[in-house]
């Protein structure tokens, strides 16, 4: 298992460059870490199971695909998104592959269920990409006391940048 410390040079070498914006919006976070790297990820909704986990990531031949419990708050969508933005970025993989789960654009339940049970992470796994995405979650909630919101105007934002903005940010 990684220690804490590693896990945040990760997180710093990953996202570094990524120019994100405050408050941290999962939604931007995959968009341009996927631009970064030339793959798209895509935030799907989707009724899952009850007793299956809150979040699912299944790798396709075009794009990583992020599915969430269709049935909660934003936050606890972002939390579960970024969840498994972890895991990407830790290189864990899932097991097998998500067949025709994506063919249609959205699974059905069956599918779903049958996904979730090539999915499974051990502990040592789960518990990085939870403390993955409580480094991204925390460093983001420090900046934006720093700093408020990201300026909207170009300008404004690199001034924002220039007096010290985001310094909390990785």
Same mark, same amino acid.
């Given at each position: 298992?990684?220690?804490?410390?590693? &896990?945040?040079?990760?997180?710093?070498?990953?996202?570094? $460059?990524?120019?994100? $914006?405050?408050?941290?919006?999962?939604? *931007?976070?995959?968009?341009?870490?996927? $631009?970064?790297?030339?793959?798209?990820?895509?935030?799907?909704? %989707?009724?899952?199971? +009850?007793?299956?986990?809150?979040?699912?990531?299944?790798?396709?031949?075009?794009?990583?695909?992020?599915?969430?419990?269709?049935?909660?708050?934003?936050?606890?969508?972002?939390?579960?998104?970024? %969840?498994?933005?972890? %895991?990407?970025?830790?290189?864990?993989?899932?097991?097998?592959?998500?067949?025709?789960?994506?063919?249609?654009? +959205?699974? $059905?339940?069956?599918?779903?269920?049958?996904? &979730?049970?090539?999915?499974?992470?051990?502990?040592?796994?789960?518990?990085? +990409?939870?403390?993955?995405?409580?480094?991204?979650?925390?460093?983001?909630?420090?900046?934006?006391?720093?700093?408020? *919101?990201?300026?909207?105007?170009?300008? &404004?934002?690199?001034?924002?940048?220039?007096?010290?903005? %985001?310094?909390?940010?990785?």
């Amino acid at each position: 298992m990684r220690s804490e410390r590693i &896990l945040r040079a990760l997180c710093r070498r990953e996202l570094a $460059d990524l120019e994100l $914006d405050l408050p941290l919006d999962a939604e *931007q976070l995959c968009a341009r870490y996927g $631009d970064k790297r030339g793959r798209a990820i895509k935030i799907l909704a %989707h009724p899952l199971p +009850a007793g299956t986990p809150n979040g699912v990531w299944l790798m396709a031949d075009d794009a990583d695909y992020f599915f969430y419990q269709a049935n909660t708050t934003k936050l606890h969508r972002d939390q579960i998104v970024i %969840h498994e933005f972890g %895991h990407l970025i830790a290189g864990h993989q899932i097991l097998g592959t998500p067949g025709s789960l994506l063919a249609a654009g +959205a699974p $059905d339940e069956g599918e779903t269920s049958e996904a &979730l049970s090539r999915t499974c992470y051990s502990d040592e796994r789960e518990w990085e +990409a939870e403390m993955l995405a409580t480094i991204i979650r925390e460093w983001a909630a420090k900046a934006t006391q720093g700093v408020g *919101q990201s300026a909207k105007h170009d300008g &404004l934002r690199g001034i924002q940048s220039i007096l010290g903005g %985001h310094s909390g940010w990785l």
